[in-house]
Each structure stands twice: as C-alpha cells, then as structure tokens.
C-alpha cells in the first residue's frame, strides 16, 4: 500500500483506530445482550414461562407484590400482609406454570 501523503496516512490512521473503537464496542455491547439474553432464557426455562416481555413484566410485578407483602408483615399489619400475599400468588401463579 503506497501513501502519497502525509494527511492521507493520518486519515488512514484515523480510520482505523475509530474502525477499532467502533468494533470493540458492537463485540462488547453483543456480549452483554448474549448475556441478557442467556438469563432471560435460563430463568423462563427454570420457571416454567414463556421468556416474552410480557411474562417478564408480570413476574416483576409478582415479586413487586410479595415484596409489599413482605413490608406489610415487618410492619405487623397481618390483614395488608395477606392481601398484597394473596395478590402476589394469584398473579405470579398465572406466569409460572
């Protein structure tokens, strides 16, 4: 390869390094979403729920409701803490199968 110039080799330069940046990061971010999506699929399967965005979304606001629950109790208020348990049940018996 013949460089005819000074700024066409610092061009080049430039745009490799920025080819490198720019690829290092797709290989990272790519990584993380295989990740991501490796749990998705692992805690659906040990569940026994479809692993869509609509069954996550509902798991969350199962265990959002057993936490309440859980606050309910700590705070020796029985008749809330069966409620928000019972709520929690019902809706998380609906996703887990």
Do not use: C, H, T, Y
């Amino acid at each position: 390869m013949q460089v005819e110039g000074f700024f066409e080799w610092l061009g080049q330069v430039l745009g490799s390094f920025i080819r490198f940046i720019v690829e290092g990061l797709r290989g990272f971010f790519s990584l993380l979403a295989d990740a991501g999506s490796s749990f998705i699929n692992g805690l659906s399967k040990a569940l026994g729920m479809s692993p869509s965005l609509l069954g996550i979304i509902v798991l969350i606001i199962g265990l959002l409701l057993l936490f309440a629950a859980f606050r309910a109790f700590m705070r020796k208020s029985i008749m809330f803490g069966l409620i928000w348990l019972l709520l929690a049940l019902w809706v998380l018996s609906l996703v887990v199968s």
